[in-house]
């Protein structure tokens, strides 16, 4: 009789997924392309980013008052003031005079400095002023802050929205980013309708597609959803196929446990090489980790949670790190657990609580296991993870929660 080897855990699968994927260089094969800087919040910059002008461009003032030549106001002895005409509007500088600046108008030409209006009595044709002011005082030079040519942001940078002003400061209207994944989403089964209508019986709403791309949307990707594919080898083989050239990553699912209609393990091995198909993890112990021309396609199990709690689990890393992203940090809280929870040994579990206020701790209270059970998807605030060495966690345990 043939021996039925062990499923491998999570970690180990992940790792010979990442193995062949890195094997096929699909890890560093991350796309650039061209993005207006408006848009790029968020956005990995891929190449470094120079000023393309100086800023300031102009010379500038750098505080409401009056622009002057310093020369004209030197050799004031303690006490003595010196008065200069105030120009109209628009008249052309000339010496011994002075002309009405706000903080950012250009400097006229031939004037070097600025008097802070605080610092002079103006009857609207003349100013009174009794101290000098210095070549370049309250004046903003041209380059001041960047000069052109000057690296702005190194690759590899999360763009912040100060990031995003800073470029626009110095032209740089398009930079180049890491791509967006493209991930195309395969739902399949026979039984699986894509309408609002009323269902027959035996058949069910598709739900499970739309909220994988609304997941995988969420983490930066470009989500495009298939038609529904029956359970049929040939359909299944010729929509994978279709997809492949144009996506980044193709997610299927459903088919993947050992049904009489599941084909998407054999269709998978068909087309490419199947990494791992069974981890031992609960739910969802049936997803299939394969590679593809080069591209990862993933089996997912078709029941919600499952589907949900698999593709969090070895999808997301792997979507954050085509973008160049590190996941955002999971928070976690301790809580105490609300009962008595039995699992099996060997198998990491992931179970679904709903968290009730209490002191000092919040009480943790599984919710049902059923991996088709949608209501669990709404009604829990975090995870429970118990893992493969623990058969049992009692009342009151103390356990972690890693929430939502």
Same mark, same amino acid.
């Given at each position: 009789?043939?021996?039925?080897?062990?499923?491998?855990?999570?970690?180990?699968?992940?790792?010979?997924?990442?193995?062949?994927?890195?094997?096929?260089?699909?890890?560093?094969?991350?796309?650039?392309?061209?993005?207006?800087?408006?848009?790029?919040?968020?956005?990995?910059?891929?190449?470094?980013?120079?000023?393309?002008?100086?800023?300031?461009?102009?010379?500038?003032?750098?505080?409401?008052?009056?622009?002057?030549?310093?020369?004209?106001?030197?050799?004031?002895?303690?006490?003595?003031?010196?008065?200069?005409?105030?120009?109209? #509007?628009?008249?052309?500088?000339? =010496?011994?005079?002075?002309?009405? !600046? /706000?903080?950012? *108008?250009? $400097? %006229?030409? &031939?004037?070097?400095?600025?008097?802070?209006?605080?610092?002079?009595?103006?009857?609207?044709?003349?100013?009174?002023?009794?101290?000098?002011?210095?070549?370049?005082?309250?004046?903003?030079?041209?380059?001041?802050?960047?000069?052109?040519?000057?690296?702005?942001?190194?690759?590899?940078?999360?763009?912040?929205?100060?990031?995003?002003?800073?470029?626009?400061?110095?032209?740089?209207?398009?930079?180049?980013?890491?791509?967006? #994944?493209?991930?195309?989403?395969? =739902?399949?089964?026979?039984?699986? !309708? /894509?309408?609002? *209508?009323? $269902? %027959?019986? &035996?058949?069910?709403?598709?739900?499970?597609?739309?909220?994988?791309?609304?997941?995988?949307?969420?983490?930066?990707?470009?989500?495009?959803?298939?038609?529904?594919?029956?359970?049929?080898?040939?359909?299944?083989?010729?929509?994978?196929?279709?997809?492949?050239?144009?996506?980044?990553?193709?997610?299927?699912?459903?088919?993947?446990?050992?049904?009489?209609?599941?084909?998407?393990?054999?269709?998978?091995?068909?087309?490419?090489?199947?990494?791992?198909?069974?981890?031992?993890?609960?739910?969802?112990?049936?997803?299939?980790?394969?590679?593809?021309? &080069?591209?990862?396609?993933?089996?997912?199990?078709?029941?919600?949670?499952?589907?949900?709690?698999?593709?969090?689990?070895?999808?997301?890393?792997?979507?954050?790190?085509?973008?160049?992203?590190?996941?955002?940090?999971?928070?976690?809280?301790?809580?105490?657990?609300?009962?008595?929870?039995?699992?099996?040994?060997?198998?990491?579990?992931?179970?679904?609580?709903?968290?009730?206020?209490?002191?000092?701790?919040?009480?943790?209270?599984?919710?049902?296991?059923?991996?088709?059970?949608?209501?669990?998807?709404?009604?829990?605030?975090?995870?429970?993870?118990?893992?493969?060495?623990?058969?049992?966690?009692?009342?009151?345990?103390?356990?972690?929660?890693?929430?939502?």
């Amino acid at each position: 009789m043939k021996q039925l080897m062990a499923d491998p855990s999570r970690t180990e699968a992940l790792s010979r997924w990442r193995d062949c994927l890195e094997q096929e260089g699909w890890m560093t094969s991350c796309r650039h392309e061209d993005c207006p800087i408006i848009d790029a919040l968020g956005r990995v910059i891929a190449e470094p980013v120079f000023a393309f002008r100086s800023v300031p461009h102009y010379v500038g003032a750098a505080m409401d008052g009056f622009a002057v030549r310093a020369d004209d106001t030197t050799g004031l002895l303690p006490g003595e003031g010196r008065r200069l005409s105030v120009l109209p #509007p628009g008249s052309p500088w000339r =010496p011994q005079t002075a002309v009405v !600046v /706000d903080t950012g *108008d250009a $400097l %006229p030409d &031939g004037t070097d400095s600025v008097i802070m209006k605080e610092h002079v009595v103006f009857d609207a044709q003349r100013i009174e002023f009794r101290s000098s002011v210095s070549p370049g005082q309250h004046v903003r030079k041209v380059g001041e802050d960047m000069l052109q040519g000057q690296l702005v942001l190194p690759a590899e940078r999360v763009v912040s929205p100060a990031d995003l002003a800073a470029c626009l400061a110095v032209g740089a209207d398009r930079v180049r980013v890491f791509a967006r #994944p493209r991930i195309c989403v395969i =739902p399949t089964g026979s039984e699986i !309708v /894509d309408s609002s *209508d009323e $269902l %027959p019986s &035996g058949s069910i709403r598709d739900i499970n597609s739309y909220m994988l791309a609304a997941l995988f949307g969420s983490w930066g990707a470009v989500v495009k959803r298939h038609p529904v594919v029956a359970d049929d080898r040939e359909g299944l083989w010729q929509a994978i196929s279709k997809v492949l050239p144009e996506n980044d990553m193709v997610v299927i699912n459903a088919g993947t446990s050992s049904g009489t209609e599941d084909f998407t393990a054999t269709v998978l091995a068909g087309l490419g090489r199947v990494c791992c198909h069974g981890v031992a993890i609960r739910p969802g112990r049936p997803v299939i980790l394969a590679v593809v021309q &080069g591209n990862p396609v993933v089996g997912l199990p078709g029941y919600p949670v499952s589907c949900m709690l698999t593709a969090e689990l070895f999808t997301q890393e792997l979507i954050y790190q085509y973008q160049r992203k590190s996941i955002p940090p999971k928070q976690t809280v301790q809580a105490k657990l609300g009962k008595a929870v039995e699992s099996r040994l060997g198998v990491e579990e992931f179970l679904r609580v709903s968290l009730d206020r209490g002191l000092p701790l919040p009480q943790a209270m599984p919710l049902a296991r059923g991996a088709s059970l949608i209501s669990t998807l709404t009604q829990a605030q975090g995870l429970l993870r118990i893992g493969p060495d623990t058969d049992k966690l009692s009342a009151g345990e103390i356990v972690a929660i890693e929430l939502f």
